[in-house]
Structures are given as structure tokens and as C-alpha cells.
């Protein structure tokens, strides 16, 4: 298996540095804007951590695709190598002032997320995996081993809930496995960062507007301690540049729980419209 501990280790750089330019707009009267197109809040620090993440990325590796959410270059997606980014995962969160926002930066390699940083500026915390060689957390308490929960029974499950946008058709899966715990968290990572330091189980995006750098990151740091994520009919989105658009949402969960929760969520799905 190749080594990807240079990239893993400029992307904890990168990730880290761009943390800074964020909590630095954090701490100002910064102004918000509506994205065209409905696509939610936007602020300078969404555009300054894209412009410097998208910039130390090309400088390190140049023969890399860099697709990223404010400099949108889908084409790039189709290289062999390309780099998903997510300035700012939870602009919201970071409008609302309650820390729970954070940096993607994932490696996508054969249209397969392989390499992945997730990292909270507000409490210093950083998840890092590599898919098939491990993960870990580092924050204040330390650096520890990612590992997902091995919890199969439904019932048994923490569901963890978007912060922003509650779902009624996650409410429905729920109730029908009988799941009763739950935590509520802003953006994707911090979701899955939470399934992969398994203090959560289970999370489902029930929203087709999600992206392809929403969920390479998480997605690589979830695989890496053992977790899974795919669409809601339980296919895995390919990294790949044919499309970049989340249509069909997305079901995170530990491995154990996975074959008894997928046909469940995929069931609602159907009924919901989400899935053809």
C-alpha cells in the first residue's frame, strides 16, 4: 500500500494554518451574504481559508486536481489525484457563534476518498485518517487511535442530528429502529468525527444539496476507523469528477450497525422521493 504521510502531514499543516484565518474573522463583526442559488450564508472567511488551502495545495503538489466550494473547478475532479475542500463546513454554525464549525481537506485517489483532516479551530481539535492504515484525534487531552463503536442493535444506537436542520425523515428512521439517543452537532465532519471517535453511531443527511467536499474528508476519516459512508441506498459516492452533487444524501455509521440500518433508511428514502 502506498505511503501517504507527506500528504496526510501537509494537510494537517495546511488545515491548522487555515484555522488561524478563521478564528481571526471569528473574532470580528464580520458581515454575511446569501450564496446565489440558495445555497446558504457566505463570509470572508469562507473565501480567505479557500484561497489559502486551494493555493498551498497547488504549491505542494502541483500535478493535483483542487476542487473546493468557493473556487468550484469540478473538471479537475476527473485526475487521477484531487483534493476536496471544504473551507468552512457549518458557515451557519460559525454565523451563530457556537464553535461547531470546521476544515475539510480530503484526498480523493481512483475516484476514492483516501486521505483525510478534519479540524474544529474552536477547541483545537483535528481528525486525521488514512483509509485502511488508521486515524486519530489530537486535541487538548492529547492524540488518540480513531476507532468506530462495534454497537449492532438499533435500539442500542446514538444518533447524532444536525445542530441547523433537523430532518423529519431522520425522525421517522429513528422512531422506526427505536433509537431514543441522540446528540446534536454542526457540520459533516464533526458528525463523523464523532462516529469515528465513537461517541455516535449512526448520522443521516436526508438533504441532496450536500457536496462532494462536504464528505471526501469525513469520509476518508470515518473509512479509517472502521466506519462507513455511502448515499441513503447504501451506494459509495465516487470521487471522480462525473458529478458533485450529493442528490441522494448520506448515511454515516459504524460497520456493525450498517447491514441492519441501511435497508431501513434506504426504505424511507424511497417513500420520501430521494432515492429513484
Not at 485517489?109 to 486519530?136: D, E, I
Amino acid at each position: 500500500m502506498p505511503s501517504f504521510d507527506t500528504e496526510l502531514d501537509t494537510a494537517r499543516r495546511i488545515a491548522r494554518q487555515a484555522g488561524d484565518i478563521l478564528l481571526r474573522i471569528y473574532a470580528t463583526d464580520f458581515s454575511v451574504q446569501d450564496k446565489a442559488g440558495g445555497m446558504g450564508p457566505v463570509t470572508a472567511a469562507d473565501e480567505q481559508a479557500n484561497a489559502f488551502i486551494v493555493g498551498e495545495l497547488r504549491k505542494a503538489f502541483p500535478g493535483d486536481g483542487v476542487v473546493a466550494e468557493e473556487s468550484d473547478n469540478g473538471s479537475e475532479g476527473r485526475r487521477e489525484r484531487c483534493w476536496y475542500v471544504d473551507p468552512l463546513d457549518g458557515t451557519q454554525e460559525f454565523v451563530n457563534r457556537n464553535g461547531e464549525f470546521a476544515i475539510h481537506i480530503g484526498l480523493a485517489v481512483g475516484g476514492q476518498a483516501t486521505v483525510g483532516v478534519v479540524f474544529r479551530p474552536v477547541g483545537n481539535k483535528l481528525f486525521s485518517g488514512l483509509v485502511g492504515q488508521g486515524g486519530f484525534v489530537e486535541d487538548e487531552g492529547g492524540r488518540r487511535a480513531l476507532r468506530v463503536s462495534d454497537v449492532a442493535e438499533p435500539a442500542s444506537l446514538r444518533l447524532v442530528v444536525s445542530r441547523s436542520h433537523r430532518s423529519k425523515l431522520t425522525d421517522a428512521v429513528a422512531k422506526q429502529l427505536g433509537i431514543t439517543r441522540e446528540k446534536e452537532s454542526g457540520s459533516v465532519g464533526l458528525k463523523c468525527g464523532l462516529l469515528a471517535e465513537a461517541t455516535a453511531d449512526i448520522y443521516i443527511h436526508t438533504s441532496g444539496k450536500s457536496y462532494r467536499w462536504d464528505n471526501c474528508a469525513p469520509e476518508a476519516v470515518l473509512r479509517s476507523a472502521g466506519g462507513i459512508l455511502t448515499d441513503l441506498g447504501g451506494t459509495p459516492y465516487s470521487y471522480d469528477g462525473s458529478e458533485l452533487q450529493n442528490h441522494r444524501g448520506l448515511l454515516a455509521c459504524n460497520a456493525a450497525a450498517f447491514p441492519h440500518v441501511q435497508p431501513v433508511v434506504a426504505r424511507f428514502a424511497r417513500e420520501a422521493g430521494i432515492l429513484g
